[in-house]
Nanobody, 119 residues
């Protein structure tokens, strides 16, 4: 059974940073493309970033390029999303999944982690 557990969200002020974590279970992320998504209150879920299984390929949404970084720890079966210079528009629930352009396990979303950017 594939599961994702996201953590690290919180309330921050504009310009601050956060590091999100997502631990997967039920499969090994080693060699798997992984990705982060987000869903704002009135928006559909959208891709934030994808990271190829070999760690070299990166697929960024325009809003994330240059401000966010994505990394992986295959030993911990965990992926990370570091977000810098956060903006109010980044307020959303953030999720991870396998896949590069789209979620591989679209029926197995975690609970997500809430990020709120507000002064």
């Amino acid at each position: 059974q594939v599961q994702f557990v996201e953590s690290g969200g919180g309330l921050v002020q504009p310009g601050e940073s956060l590091r999100l974590s997502c631990t997967a279970s039920g499969f090994a992320i080693d060699g798997s493309d992984m990705s982060w998504y987000r869903q704002g209150a009135t928006k559909e879920r959208e891709l934030v970033a994808g990271l190829s299984g070999d760690g070299y390929g990166k697929n960024w949404a325009d809003f994330a390029r240059g401000r966010f970084t994505m990394s992986r720890d295959n030993f911990r079966n965990t992926v990370y999303l570091e977000m810098f210079n956060l903006k109010p528009d980044d307020t959303a629930v953030y999720y991870c999944n396998a896949g590069y352009y789209r979620p591989q396990f679209a029926d197995s979303w975690g609970q997500g982690t809430q990020v709120t950017v507000s002064s």
